[in-house]
């Protein structure tokens, strides 16, 4: 009887855990900004490495626009791939940990539109589509900056 109701206890402890670890993974650390943003809350060097992450894809997107319009395809592929999925193991996971799940889904979908543009320029070799694609894919760069502004914290 003792050792039914210390499982319940455990069962009930490691719950509580769970669903603390899963609140923090999808709301991650937000707060309401003065300008009608949500405020992310991020280390000096999370901060920073979010920042060289947009900037990463910033430089990406200019590559793949200058490439194609010179039918550069495989500096097309070459830049995309650089923001591609393959990318994201170089993100932080406490910076993944702390962005809310709809930031999360931002930033996965445009990771996959860059590998999505990748393998387009590979298969089709067409500069207007990869023109076309890259302005969708930049639609959630408009998004997420509309919707979230990154904090420093001590």
């Known amino acids: 009887m003792k050792n039914c109701k210390l ?27 003065d300008d009608g943003r949500q405020a ?14 947009m900037r990463t894809w910033l430089q990406s997107s ?3 626009l200058a490439a ?3 039918k550069n395809f495989a500096e097309v592929i070459r830049s995309a791939k650089e923001s591609g999925m393959a990318a ?7 910076l993944f940990r702390k962005i809310p799940i ?13 590998d999505d543009i990748a393998l387009d320029a590979e ?13 969708v894919a930049m639609n959630n760069c ?10 420093e914290t001590e």
């Open 7 to 33: 499982s319940w206890v455990l069962v009930g402890i490691l719950a509580i855990v769970v669903a603390i670890f899963g609140y923090k993974f999808t709301v991650g650390e937000v707060q309401p900004s």
């Open 40 to 53: 992310v809350m991020l280390s000096k060097d999370e901060r920073n490495a979010l920042l060289l992450e």
């Open 62 to 64: 200019q590559g793949i």
């Open 68 to 70: 194609a319009s010179e």
């Open 88 to 94: 994201e193991a170089d993100t932080p996971g406490s």
């Open 102 to 114: 709809e930031m999360k889904k931002l930033g996965f979908d445009t990771r996959g539109k860059f």
């Open 123 to 135: 298969q089709y070799k067409d500069s207007n589509r990869i023109v076309s694609k890259l302005s």
């Open 142 to 151: 408009i998004a997420c900056h509309a919707m979230y502004r990154f904090v």
